[in-house]
């Protein structure tokens, strides 16, 4: 009996580069490559490829090793994050293939590129850029593909090496059969098969010290084990050359997925300029980091069914690869707040009150544990006051950072709106201030200052009148100087009797000085 094949851990990685803030295309692909790892008992593999010298920096990768923490995706291999201004990088790594920094993986490539050039399977061109873009230049103006037409191919060893000698300039090509066919079956799109007469002897790298990205990228698959290359589908045209460079190293290829593109509402590609593409965007704009992944899984995966709203541990239990579809999937920033919403409609009021304190630092600062200072009034307050301020507003909140707006009213002495606000439809100056002064006059008597009895005693007053919003739109405007707020009843209550008195006679006096 023919022993079982042991099957092949399943590994995946996120490759980015350290160029700039990390954007949501980048998290989609950690995501889904995180999910479908655990989903398999896998590993989720970090690699930083910084090879870009001139724009990568180490704050950018420390921003994106912290915006992924705050995602709440854990690698299991790849750089440690720290909060050390200065890191010895090669000494922070978990995980038994470090380093992890294609910076620091010179030598690995250089061997390989080594191998290619001693086994023939690469070689040293000399034709200068101007040449190259005459070729390109001219294949098109003909309809061909615009691919290196091997002028240098035929070079012997000693003739490339009297090049290098009298010091001209060159880069290495692989070079790639004629008019051969280059399968691979895409676990999202199905077979996918290219002509290498479209690719030609493409460059691999500028020298033995300066491999580039489709090298790099297939070494270290190799090297690192990687079983499933799960990424965007504009490296569909990278795969191609990916397995050539396997093949000629000796090594098996993984198994791809090409993720289908990320689209703005116009269903073009959704690039820097559309809205919330930068993580900082979620992680200074209020979205809770659940929400955010929630939202994120989405974008070109679905369970089949009717349900949006899923825990991280859900989402590893749901995700396959064979639910993701292959048009681009739209983002949708109402959506978005949408499942914000609903994640902060579930916090408990400490917890959420505890989420929007950081975004009302203008307003107030800590003075203790369970005490807080309004700044320009110089009034302690307790977390309970805050907290019953914030649960007026729990199921208004899309993201935390709206709560500024919504509450600054609190933290006032004098609200600033115009005259036209407070009014109710059609009524004039006169019947304003009418509706006031009857407002202060059943406020004045109420000893129980409590929202329910303040709406009961107001209401009876508002029934008499031909509309109760000639009541309690004056009130409301008096009150918040806003538009749009909590009832009446629940901000006269958390501002006390005092307070809404002085505010509903600060109108009055608008009303009849304007």
């Known amino acids: 009996m023919t022993p079982k094949k042991e099957e092949k851990r399943i590994r995946t990685r996120y490759a980015p580069s350290p160029t700039g803030p990390l954007h949501i295309g980048g998290v989609r692909t950690a995501l889904f490559n995180y999910l479908f790892a655990k989903k398999n008992n896998g590993d989720f593999i970090l690699r930083i490829e910084d090879t870009d010298k001139e724009r990568s920096t180490k704050e950018y990768e420390q921003q994106l090793l912290k915006a992924l923490e705050w995602f709440n995706l854990k690698w299991d291999e790849g750089p440690v994050l720290s909060d050390q201004k200065e890191i010895d990088f090669g000494s922070h790594y978990i995980g038994e293939c470090a380093p992890y920094r294609q910076s620091e993986r010179g030598e690995v490539y250089k061997k390989y590129l080594q191998k290619l050039l001693d086994e023939n399977n690469a070689y040293y061109c000399f034709c200068t850029k101007e040449e190259v873009e005459a070729q390109k230049q001219y294949l098109m103006s003909i309809g061909e593909s615009p691919i290196y037409l091997g002028k240098c191919r035929s070079l012997t060893k000693e003739q490339a090496e009297e090049l290098k000698k009298q010091g001209k300039d060159c880069v290495i090509r692989f070079r790639t059969s004629e008019n051969i066919k280059i399968k691979f079956n895409d676990l999202i799109r199905g077979d996918i098969e290219i002509n290498s007469a479209t690719m030609g002897d493409f460059v691999i790298a500028k020298d033995l010290d ?54 703005n509402e116009q269903r073009k590609k959704l690039s820097k300029r559309d809205g919330k593409t930068s993580v900082d965007e979620y992680i ?91 700044k320009q009034t110089g009034e302690e307050i307790s977390v309970e006051w805050l907290e019953r301020i914030i649960v007026l507003y729990q199921e208004r909140l899309k993201k935390l950072s709206e709560i500024t707006e919504m509450i600054d009213l609190f933290f006032v002495n004098d609200l600033n709106y115009p005259k036209e606000l407070i009014k109710w439809k059609e009524m004039d100056d006169s019947q304003i201030i009418q509706s006031l002064e009857t407002s202060l006059m059943v406020l004045s008597q109420i000893e129980d200052f409590s929202a329910e009895n303040i709406q009961a005693q107001l209401f009876k007053e508002a029934e008499k009148m031909e509309n109760k919003g000639n009541l309690l739109w004056p009130l409301r405007v008096a009150l918040t100087g806003k538009k749009n707020s909590a009832p009446p009843f629940q901000i006269a209550e958390v501002l006390g009797k005092e307070k809404t008195i002085q505010r509903i006679k600060k109108a009055i006096k608008l009303i009849e000085h304007e």
């Not at 190293?249 to 990320?262: C, M, R, S, T, V």
């Not at 914000?340 to 203790?368: H, M, Q, V």
């Open 284 to 374: 200074n704009g209020g979205y809770l980091p659940e929400a955010s992944i929630n939202f994120i899984a989405l974008l070109g995966w679905n369970p089949g069914d009717n349900r949006e709203i899923f825990s991280l541990e859900e989402l590893i239990k749901e995700f396959s690869l064979e639910k993701i579809q292959k048009a681009g999937a739209v983002f949708n920033i109402e959506k978005l707040d949408w499942i914000n919403g609903l994640y902060l409609r579930k916090k408990s009021i400490k917890e959420l009150t505890n989420l929007c304190i950081p975004f009302l630092s203008d307003f107030i600062e800590k003075t203790s544990i369970e005490t807080f200072k309004i």
């Open 210 to 263: 300066t491999p580039l990205y489709n090298f790099t990228c297939a070494v270290d698959d190799a090297e690192m084990q990687i079983s499933h290359v799960i990424r965007g589908e504009d490296h569909i045209s990278n795969t191609p050359k990916q397995i050539l460079l396997l093949k000629a190293l000796g090594f098996d290829e993984p198994k791809y997925a090409h993720l289908p593109l990320i689209l």
